[in-house]
């Protein structure tokens, strides 16, 4: 059975750093893309960034280019989100996601419960 | 960046109903697209992949078509646990993005 746990998640001050992990099981990690996607209390999904089975290919949405940096060990079947420069606007649950495929822009087809990053001062 | 368009933004629909939900692309992703479910508190769920494709264990009343710019999501007929938000989103090219959600209501 395919499991993805984050942890994380909590209470920061806007302009702090902030760095989730996602734990996965039940499937050959190193095989698959992984993704971030996240979402605004009472909001839509939003795709955050997304890496390919071997790191390879990484995108990132425009809202957290050059602040965020997604990375994975394949040897531990983790995927991380390093998030700095944290703004109010990032306030979210965040997701992981495994991908359906390698590429880093496959669908998503496996998806954590999430984990709830709040910016406040 | 590719913007996708969901209509409607709610539907209100009986049991047994059927109900067709649209996305549009910004431009064109061929079919690379995606649709999700999501409950009120849970995570989202694949529904269908590459336009058209059923994801494993999920119920064949959803059926999804379309390429290049225009896609549909259709339910056959609705069921009580199809109550959701459900969204679309193109994997063609990077930053992948999804819909703004259509919130499919008892009615």
């Known amino acids: 059975e395919v499991q993805l746990v984050e942890s994380g998640g909590g209470l920061v001050q806007p302009g702090r750093s902030l760095r989730l992990s996602c734990a996965a099981s039940g499937f050959t990690f190193y095989d698959y893309a992984m993704h971030w996607v996240r979402q605004a209390p009472g909001k839509g999904l939003e795709w955050v960034s997304s890496i390919s089975w071997n790191s390879g290919n990484i995108g990132y949405a425009d809202s957290v280019k050059g602040r965020f940096t997604i990375s994975r060990d394949n040897a531990k079947n983790s995927l991380y989100l390093q998030m700095n420069s944290l703004r109010t606007e990032d306030t979210a649950f965040y997701y992981c996601?495994?991908?359906?495929?390698?590429?880093?822009?496959?669908?998503?087809?496996?998806w954590g419960q999430g984990t709830l990053v709040t910016v406040s001062s | 960046d590719i913007q996708m368009t969901q209509s409607p933004s709610s539907v209100s629909a009986s049991v047994g109903d059927r109900v067709t939900i649209t996305c549009r692309a910004s431009?064109?992703?061929?079919?690379?697209l995606a649709w999700y479910q999501q409950k009120p508190g849970k995570a989202p769920k694949l529904l269908i992949y590459v336009a058209s494709g059923l994801q494993s264990g999920v119920p064949s009343r959803f059926s999804g078509s379309g390429s290049g710019t225009e896609f549909t999501l259709t339910i056959s007929s609705l069921q009580p646990e199809d109550f959701a938000t459900y969204y679309c989103?193109?994997?063609?090219?990077?930053?992948?993005?999804f819909g703004g959600g259509t919130k499919v209501e008892i009615k």
């Open positions: 996601a495994k991908g359906r495929g390698g590429s880093s822009s496959s669908c998503l087809d496996y």
């Open positions: 431009q064109g992703v061929s079919s690379w």
């Open positions: 989103q193109q994997t063609n090219s990077v930053p992948l993005t």
